[in-house]
């Protein structure tokens, strides 16, 4: 079960920093964009990221976090798959916004299965284990180096994989978390 919520928190986490090193290829194939309309392609993925962070945790809680982290991964796969074939500068900066979007709410959710899952006493060690896979998406700048030497469509197609485990895997290994009510929160 921590594998499959570890794979899609790393996933999420990754693509903060993956596209980094990806922008002057992105800037080159279309047309030479500019830093400042290239540079969207970063922004809309942290600010809608940011954004939906709250909300998406909220409605993880009250449709259930199993739900919302499935629905989460298949937005930000489907996403990242459109990113990969983007036709221009502004489809990619729309897409990542939909990414982020799926980012948003498998982030939270993961935690909810996380924490729905262990028991008590294991919930520590279960957050730390959550934390560091988190702390391994900073090697993003590396893979991201690595996957533009053959295109940086290849930042977005990585995605796709490890999206498609979660979604054969979650349903039969992540457990049922039932929404709550107003009054539960």
């Excluded at 922004?43 to 982290?69: E, H, I, S």
């Excluded at 560091?132 to 180096?145: D, F, N, R, W």
Aim: glycine residues 8%; charged residues 10%; contains cysteine.
């Amino acid at each position: 079960m921590f594998a499959v919520v570890a794979a899609g928190v790393l996933m999420a986490n990754l693509d903060l920093f993956i596209v980094n090193v990806a922008l002057p290829q992105i800037s080159s194939d279309f047309d030479d964009s500019p830093l400042s309309s290239v540079s969207w392609v970063l922004n809309a993925y942290a600010v809608v990221f940011a954004a939906l962070l709250v909300p998406a945790g909220n409605f993880a809680d009250r449709f259930g976090a199993r739900a919302t982290y499935l629905a989460g991964t298949a937005v930000f796969t489907l996403a990242s798959l459109a990113c990969a074939v983007a036709p221009n500068i502004w489809a990619l900066v729309a897409l990542r916004g939909l990414q982020a979007a799926g980012a948003a709410a498998l982030i939270p959710a993961s935690l909810g299965l996380l924490l729905a899952a262990a028991p008590p006493e294991k919930r520590l060690g279960a957050i730390r284990g959550w934390t560091a896979v988190s702390g391994i998406a900073t090697l993003g700048p590396a893979a991201g180096g690595l996957l533009t030497e053959i295109s940086w469509r290849w930042v977005f197609l990585v995605n796709v994989p490890i999206g498609l485990a979660v979604l054969l895997a979650g349903p039969r290994l992540l457990p049922r978390t039932p929404p709550r009510t107003k009054a539960d929160l």
